[in-house]
Nanobody
Framework: QVQLVESGGGLVQAGGSLRLSCAAS????????MGWYRQAPGKQRELVAT???????TYADSVKGRFTISRDNAKNTVYLQMNSLKREDTAVYYC???????????WGQGTQVTVSS
């Protein structure tokens, strides 16, 4: 089992920045990739960014150049630095962990990010 706890969400004006953190505990040795997804009201959950244990990253086209995902394996924590935020970035952001065993997947409880104009 892996437990994920997110923090860092909040209210920010358009053009501003926020940094999300996700701390993992439990069977952390089993984790390969970690990432962030988001879900806006009335929309499906979508991928924001992922990072593997060795640091390979992927980003949604909508956040490329604005968001940066990073990972501190010593602290078992993944971060999402969000710059130049837009109203359309408003959503609940969820941390995700994918073990080497593809049968499993873990989610955090979510943290609200609201971008005002």
């Amino acid at each position: 089992q892996v437990q994920l706890v997110e923090s860092g969400g909040g209210l920010v004006q358009a053009g501003g920045s926020l940094r999300l953190s996700c701390a993992a505990s439990g069977s952390i040795f089993s984790i390969n990739a970690m990432g962030w997804y988001r879900q806006a009201p009335g929309k499906q959950r979508e991928l924001v960014a992922t990072i593997t244990r060795v640091g390979s990253t992927t980003y949604a086209d909508s956040v490329k150049g604005r968001f940066t995902i990073s990972r501190d394996n010593a602290k078992n924590t993944v971060y999402l630095q969000m710059n130049s935020l837009k109203r359309e970035d408003t959503a609940v952001y969820y941390c995700n962990a994918r073990p080497w065993d593809p049968r499993y997947e873990y989610w955090g409880q979510g943290t609200q990010v609201t971008v005002s104009s």
